[in-house]
C-alpha cells in the first residue's frame, strides 16, 4: 500500500464512500475531518466503516482544558481511529490526558498548520521560528505521549534528526503542477517522503480528479506512485 492517508475533504456521505472504494486497492488510511463529522458525526463513520475496512486517521485537532479533551476522546474512541489529532500547542496535561484516553489508538499532535507562512506567524505574537516552535511542541507532545506528529514537509527532516520516537505525517503535499489552494509550505509526495515522512496526506490533489467515474481520480493515484518508486 502507498504511505499515503487520503483526505476525504467533504461533507457527501456517499462521495466519501465512493472514494474509499475507488482507491482502497492502493490506498488503506483515510482521513476524516471535521466538515465530515460535524454534519455526519459518529453515525456518518460508521456507515463509512461499514461499506469498506479501512484504517481511520480523524482529524478533530482536538483543543481544549485537559478533562474536556478527555471525555472528547472517550467518546469518539469507540470508532477505533489508528490516528486522533490533538493541537500540539494544547500542552503536556491535554495530550497526556487525551493518550490515556486512547490506548487503543494513537494521538496524532498537529504542530504548526501549513496554511502558516512565516510572516503570518510571527504577526501572531509568535517569537520563534516555525521550525522552533515546531520542535519545541513535537518533543513535549511526545514526551506526554503522542504517538505521531503532523508538520509541514519542511519541518519533518529537523524533526527526525531530534530522535523522536514518532510516526511523521506530513500534509501539505502537492503533485506537481497542482495548485496550491490555502497551503504554503508544501512539497511533492516524493521529497516529502525524502524529507523523512512516514505518510503523506493528500486531499484534493487526487480526490479533485473525480467526475463521477473512477479513472481519472486512479490515474493521479498510479502517478504518485510512480513517483515514489
Known sequence: MLPVILALDTKDLDLASKWIKSSADQIDHFKVGLEFYLLHG???????????????????????????????VESVSVLNPKFLTVHASGGPKMIQSASKALPNGLITAVTVLTSFSEDEFS??????????????????????????????????????????????????VRVEGDELSDQVRVMTPKNAISAGADFVVIGRSITGQWDGSDLKMRKKIELISNSLD
Open 123 to 172: 504577526k501572531l505574537g509568535n517569537s520563534q521560528s516555525i521550525q522552533q516552535t515546531t520542535n519545541n511542541w513535537a518533543s513535549s507532545a511526545v514526551d506526554a505521549g503522542a504517538k505521531a506528529l503532523v508538520c509541514s514537509p519542511f519541518e519533518v527532516s529537523q524533526l527526525r534528526s531530534l530522535g523522536l520516537k514518532s510516526i511523521f505525517i506530513t500534509p501539505g
Open 42 to 72: 459518529f453515525e456518518g463513520i460508521k456507515k463509512l466503516q461499514q461499506a469498506a475496512d479501512f484504517k481511520l486517521f480523524l482529524d478533530l485537532k482536538l483543543y481544549d482544558i485537559p478533562n474536556t479533551v478527555k471525555g472528547a
